[in-house]
């Protein structure tokens, strides 16, 4: 490893907090700590007087248990502790200076204050443990299959049970020796642990020696049955041994475990292993899944702890995932699995008494050094965050990538390094893919890419780089764009003109050009392409690539430029189908004028299909073009523009001053059809009659002329050419509703002039006068020549004569009618002066119901009375609002008169009386013309309701 690094690194952690995060645990024993085991924050701490400790800092971090073993062990001492994974079961080995006492096990489960003997191991020394890490069938009573080896090299299998059920009997379920390492030659097992590779029925065993390293593997069939690990040993029983060997003047190894995170509840297997011997560690990782191999380690190194190994070694190590914690007699060192470099170095005073050991808790992934009086913690603290430097100076990229996490700028370093590399050994596209990644100067790696003859790696350098730039970007977008189209030009140009026939030549065509299509169509460069489409189709344009400039047109969705393409090179039914598939009414209002005169029936197809979407006022410059067009032409104008004036029911003027002059000119018997198929013409009235007459259509001009209301104008045109016609325009037939008695007289009278004076018809003008009532013989007598006879007219005439007549007979009946009625009414007249009522004094009003006599009244013919004031209050509501005002003056005026009558003096009463009198006669005649009982008043109201429905709420009310 390059020393630059390794001093990048040292600094770091000067700077940064530890890998190795140290804590002193709150503890301090009462005599020099021996041995500590720890599992699953269960911690076992045995003492110089043979008393053990047990911490539950899981559940019980407060207190702790002190368990005596003075009279349990008597003369001997403890060679060593093993706690299993879940810091249930703990094994006790015993061992005596005195020969003659033998060594021995003791099980103690967590819930015992006492242990108990396993008798079986009686004369085995045991110094490792291989714990199960596989569910247990039955709780925690059971340690489930274990492993024991013994400094004799044999290795033995058993089960312990803490049932008290079976007190009575041995703790151990099942004993048998599954192999010897040793051989007969005493060689003690260091290490030793077992585990079953998730998902299958294979076991896999590793156990150490001092010097070696063994490893087996095996399926077993039957889980169920014991000794579980017979079947993998079997396998090795008669074959040659096969282990790994390194020299070591030491009597001791250590063999430890990298399990990495895992799930709740999941099984326990590890990743990593490290052995560590006199040379070093040798470390490597574990791969059960290479089928039948001999090995599971794989991957595998030996590394010097540093320069402290010619002083010192290690009594113990465990390694983590990149580094490796071991301990020495006056420190606690932590090294680099990677590049053998220290990473953490913790010295001791001997403050608490010298280091004794170090623990590992498997479960929770923390370290416990220990010295005789004092107990530490050391937790691992995000050891990958140099890692990612480390795999870089060795070249490992990938390793440094998916270690490097979410720093950019590590990531940037990396893909710069793996470029530089691959551009060093020519993998030039490679390397462009991985410089585009980075944060390089954009200018610094193209320029070292244009040196190359070969442009891909360029032109993948800009594609790549294109699809990680920001879309805020856009300078940078649009010059890597342009490139592109500009290198995608040139190759493609090459190609076209190399004149290269071969299939493999066209074949490298077709695809360049579908990537460069792909390229294309790609959003960002199509939001790029929009924004500087001109430069791009100039670019196009001066490469001479057509076929990609109407493909980027349509990618852009550019009718426009489509469409102009097409219509240069006469393609006019796809020009009529993109616009079709547009269906956008500014392109046919555009390019409608050129397709009609090339396509007239497809496009009049077209536009009749699509014609809800389209305006035949903003389609007149493009049927304009008809006028003059060929016949052809102006038939399908006709055909659409009668499409908008039926079906559409445009009433646009434009559209049917159009139509009518299309008519004028190709389809004249269409016209006066059209002029009379409404009641009301859309088109312009003035210049259709213009059109008529420029054209000569007689019958249409006389029709224009009626609906002008210039019925004489109509009657001198329609002479020239049908008297019938002119007759119909007299009768008011053309105009279609009857004409005033006054026109009829003076236009039928033109008829008869012309027929009497040009046509000379006598018999013809005598039957106009039957047509006509309101024409008389005497009218048309000047129009006869002097020399006509009166035998043409002669019937006329008496008609004439015996019409005056009777005329004269009915004016005397009705004068002599008109006699007699008005001396019925001088009768009446008379007799109504005669008449008269008598009043009594109990007469009372028909209203009120009070005395008639106490105030002023009105005595009506029917015997109806009623005082004046109430009569007014009763014709008040029936009377118009102008009306009511009048009656509410004339009473005001009535009163003011009266009194000023009573106070003025006897001189002056003689001019006021007349006054008063008037306006009381007006007052008469407004409330007094009719009883207001027997009147028509009564007659008006008879369907009126007696509550109104604004009273009836106010009535019911009352009534309630």
């Known amino acids: 490893m390059a020393a630059g690094t390794t001093q990048f690194i040292n600094q770091k952690l000067l700077e940064e907090s530890p890998i190795f995060s140290k804590t002193r645990v709150d503890f301090t024993p009462t005599h020099p700590l021996t041995h500590l085991v720890v599992a699953n924050n269960n911690i076992v701490m045995a003492m110089a007087n043979k008393t053990l400790i047990r911490i539950d800092r899981e559940h019980g971090p407060g207190r702790q248990d002190e368990i005596d073993l003075t009279k349990t062990i008597s003369g001997a001492k403890i060679s060593a502790l093993f706690l299993d994974p879940t810091g249930t079961h703990l094994l006790i080995s015993l061992k005596s200076n005195d020969v003659d006492v033998q060594p021995e096990l003791y099980y103690l489960h967590k819930k015992w204050t006492k242990p108990r003997p396993c008798s079986k191991f009686r004369g085995s020394l045991v110094s490792s443990v291989g714990w199960s890490y596989g569910p247990r069938d039955r709780s925690d009573s059971s340690t489930g299959p274990i492993l024991a080896g013994t400094t004799l090299g044999l290795i033995i299998e058993t089960e312990l049970n803490s049932d008290e059920r079976f007190f009575s009997r041995e703790v151990e379920e099942h004993y048998k020796q599954v192999f010897d390492i040793g051989k007969g030659q005493h060689t003690p097992v260091t290490g030793l642990q077992y585990h079953m590779v998730p998902n299958t029925t294979k076991y896999l065993v590793l156990a150490t020696t001092p010097t070696r390293l063994y490893q087996f593997q095996g399926y077993v069939t039957n889980p169920a049955e014991r000794p579980l690990l017979q079947q993998v040993f079997n396998n090795y029983l008669n074959v040659q041994e096969r282990f790994l060997e390194l020299p070591s003047k030491l009597k001791y190894s250590t063999l430890s475990f990298y399990y990495g995170p895992r799930e709740e509840g999941s099984r326990m297997f590890p990743l990593q292993f490290g052995w560590l011997t006199e040379p070093g560690i040798y470390w490597g990782r574990i791969d059960p899944w290479e089928g039948d191999s001999d090995t599971v380690t794989v991957d595998c190194q030996l590394i010097a702890p540093g320069n402290d190994m010619d002083k010192d070694t290690p009594k113990t190590a465990f390694i983590t995932q990149f580094h490796a914690l071991m301990l020495f007699k006056d420190r606690v060192k932590g090294v680099c699995l990677l590049n053998e470099q220290s990473v953490f170095d913790d010295s001791y005073d001997g403050t608490y008494g010298g280091l004794v050991g170090l623990a590992h808790d498997q479960v929770k992934n923390i370290y416990w050094a220990f010295t005789e009086y004092a107990v530490y913690k050391y937790q691992v603290v995000n050891e990958t965050r140099h890692v990612w430097r480390v ?9 440094a990538m998916r270690h490097c996490g979410d720093q950019q700028a590590a990531m940037d370093l990396i893909l710069t390094k793996q470029a530089e590399q691959l551009f060093s050994e ?6 462009a893919m991985h410089y585009a990644k980075t944060k390089c100067s954009f200018e610094e790696v193209t320029l070292k890419f244009m040196d190359l003859e070969e442009k891909n790696a360029l032109k993948n350098y800009l594609k790549k780089k294109l699809e990680t730039l920001k879309s805020s970007e856009k300078t940078q977008i649009t010059l890597i764009v342009i490139w592109l189209v500009e290198i995608y030009q040139n190759k493609l140009g090459h190609l076209r003109e190399s004149g290269d026939n071969t299939v493999e030549c066209q074949a490298e065509f077709r695809n360049l050009e579908e990537e460069f299509l ?6 960002r460069v199509e939001e790029c392409i929009r924004n500087n489409k001109e430069v791009v189709y100039s670019l196009l344009g001066s490469h001479g690539d057509q076929r990609s400039l109407v493909y980027l047109a349509q990618v852009l969705r550019d009718t426009d430029r489509v469409v102009q393409y097409n219509l240069r090179n006469k393609q006019y039914q796809a020009v009529l189908s993109i616009l079709t598939t547009e269906a956008n009414p500014e392109l046919f209002y555009s390019y409608c004028p050129v397709l009609l005169q090339s396509l007239p029936k497809q496009t009049v197809d077209t536009l009749v299909s699509m014609s809800k979407l389209l305006s035949p006022s903003r389609l007149l410059p ?6 003059s067009a060929d016949p052809d032409v102006a038939s399908h104008s006709v055909r659409y523009l009668e499409h908008a004036v039926s079906v559409l029911f445009c009433k646009d003027q434009p559209v049917h001053n159009l139509l009518v002059s299309l008519y004028t000119h190709h389809n004249k018997d269409k016209l006066l059809t059209y002029l009379t198929s409404s009641s009301q013409l859309h088109c312009d009235t003035k210049y259709a009659l213009k059109l008529c007459v420029e054209a000569g259509l007689v019958r249409e001009a006389v029709y224009l002329y009626t609906v002008l209301g210039q019925h004489e104008q109509a009657v001198d045109l329609a002479l020239t050419l049908d008297t019938d016609l002119a007759a119909s325009c007299a009768a008011g037939n053309q105009a279609g509703a ?8 003076k236009l039928w009278l033109k008829v008869a002039r012309h027929v009497v004076q040009e046509k000379n018809d006598i018999k013809q003008a005598m039957e106009f006068l039957k047509l006509c009532p309101s024409v008389k013989i005497e009218d048309i007598l000047p129009f006869f020549p002097d020399f006509v006879t009166i035998d043409h007219f002669k019937d006329a005439i008496c008609d004439s004569l015996q ?7 009915h004016l005397k009946e009705d004068m002599a009618e008109a006699s007699r009625s008005a001396g019925v009414i001088r009768d009446e007249i008379v007799q109504a002066k005669a008449d008269h009522q008598h009043v009594r004094a109990t007469d009372r009003c028909s209203t009120c119901c009070d005395l008639l006599i106490s105030r002023p009244f009105y005595l009506f013919s029917c015997s109806h009375k009623f005082h ?13 609002a102008p009306r009511q005002r009048k009656l509410l003056e004339l009473q005001s005026q009535v009163e003011t008169l009266a009194r000023e009558t009573d106070n003025s003096s006897l001189d002056s009463r003689t001019a006021m009386p007349s006054r008063l009198d008037q306006t009381q006669a007006e007052l008469d ?6 009883c207001v009982f027997c009147g028509d008043i009564m007659v008006k109201n008879i369907d009126r309701p007696f509550i109104e429905d604004q009273e009836f709420d106010r009535v019911m009310a009352e009534w309630l």
Request: aromatic share 6%; net charge negative.
């Open 868 to 880: 004046t004031d109430c009569l007014a209050e009763a014709i008040l509501p029936h009377l118009a």
């Open 518 to 523: 792909a390229l294309l169509r790609q959003q």
């Open 426 to 431: 020519g993998k030039w596209v490679e390397s």
């Open 391 to 399: 795999y870089l100076e060795q070249g490992q990229f990938n390793l």
């Open 925 to 930: 005649d407004l409330i007094a013309s009719e």
């Open 738 to 745: 009857p004409l005033g008695e006054e026109l009829t007289r």
């Open 622 to 627: 493009a049927l304009l073009v008809s006028q």
């Open 803 to 809: 019409q005056y007549s009777d005329h004269i007979q």
